[in-house]
């Protein structure tokens, strides 16, 4: 398969289709619908589960087989169906209209594939295996979600605030340099994984006296 450029795209404010009701439908939706994009679904036979999602005004169903020029006024498309036929039909719309679209049973027929994802906040971690194998992708995805547990959202949106804190208060760059790279380095995601407030906020302290009472020499630009 291609040469794969990965992106982080906000879908938000844009509508995308998705042509299949079973259940590659059903997980390309659940992980769509975390985007706050429009989401339309084409298919005759549609899960129970999507149902309830259309029921619940979440995406917007038209329950019948995919006609030619469905596709328009969509920026990103998924198919996820089991007709190898019409999936080629789509496919060949699809590079005439130059929209985004991802083939379920012929990746390589499409010019988008989904990479497997872990989110902990604003720590988005994802990663593919270029089609060759998602179960290898599923597999990684499980150990690295036991190394960057749910204490990273905490830790990342304190290392953010640290920044914010000392791109203010820090007037030399090597001293924010070494205050940054001390607290990730530190063990203040262990401290917070074990709730242990108070400690956090000692280790901190700690850490921007240490920081603060050193002379730093050399250009900073070491690793
Ligand atoms: C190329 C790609 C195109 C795309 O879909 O974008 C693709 C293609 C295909 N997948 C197939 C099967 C399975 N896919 C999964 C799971 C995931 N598949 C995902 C992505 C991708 N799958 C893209 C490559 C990503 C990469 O390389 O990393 C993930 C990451 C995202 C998501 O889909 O949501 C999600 C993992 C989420 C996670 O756990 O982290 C499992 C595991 C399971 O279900 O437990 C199985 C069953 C086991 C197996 O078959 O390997 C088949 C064969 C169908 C058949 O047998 O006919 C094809 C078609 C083909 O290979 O031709
Ligand atoms: N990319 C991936 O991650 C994976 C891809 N696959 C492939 O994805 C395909 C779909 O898999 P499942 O969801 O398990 O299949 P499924 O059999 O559960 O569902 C197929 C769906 O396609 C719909 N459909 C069929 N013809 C249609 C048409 N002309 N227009 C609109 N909808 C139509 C059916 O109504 C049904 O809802 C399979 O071909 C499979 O090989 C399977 C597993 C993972």
Redesign the pocket.
């Known amino acids: 398969m291609g040469n794969y450029y990965p992106l982080m795209v906000d879908l938000s404010k844009m509508k995308c289709l998705v042509?299949?009701?079973?259940?590659?439908?059903?997980?390309?939706t659940l992980a769509l619908k975390e985007t706050g994009v429009d989401i339309t679904l084409?298919?005759?036979?549609?899960?129970a589960p999507l149902v309830q999602l259309a029921d619940a005004g979440e995406i917007n169903l038209i329950r019948?087989?995919?006609q030619k020029g469905d596709l328009e006024g969509f920026h990103l498309v998924y198919v996820?169906?089991?007709?190898?036929k019409?999936?080629e039909e789509i496919s060949r719309e699809a590079l005439d209209t130059g929209v985004f679209f991802?083939i379920?049973?012929q990746?390589a027929a499409g010019n988008f594939?989904?990479p497997s994802k872990i989110q902990r906040g604003d720590l988005v971690l994802s990663f593919s295996t270029n089609g060759k194998s998602?179960i290898l992708s599923k597999k990684i995805r499980q150990e690295l979600e036991e190394r960057y547990g749910a204490e990273y959202e905490e830790f990342l949106q304190l290392l953010g605030r640290e920044r914010v804190w000392a791109l203010r208060e820090i007037e030399q760059i090597d001293q924010r340099k070494a205050y940054f790279k001390a607290l990730v380095y530190s063990t203040l995601p262990e401290l917070l994984k074990a709730g242990k407030t108070a400690e956090v906020l000692r280790q901190i302290a700690e850490i921007r006296e240490k920081t603060l009472s050193k002379e730093i020499g050399g250009t900073g630009n070491d690793k």
Request: overall charge positive; aromatic content about 4%; hydrophobic content about 40%.
């Open positions: 042509v299949g009701g079973g259940a590659v439908a059903l997980r390309k084409i298919s005759p036979e549609i899960m019948r087989p995919y996820a169906i089991n007709d190898k019409v999936s991802n379920a049973d990746p594939i989904v998602p």
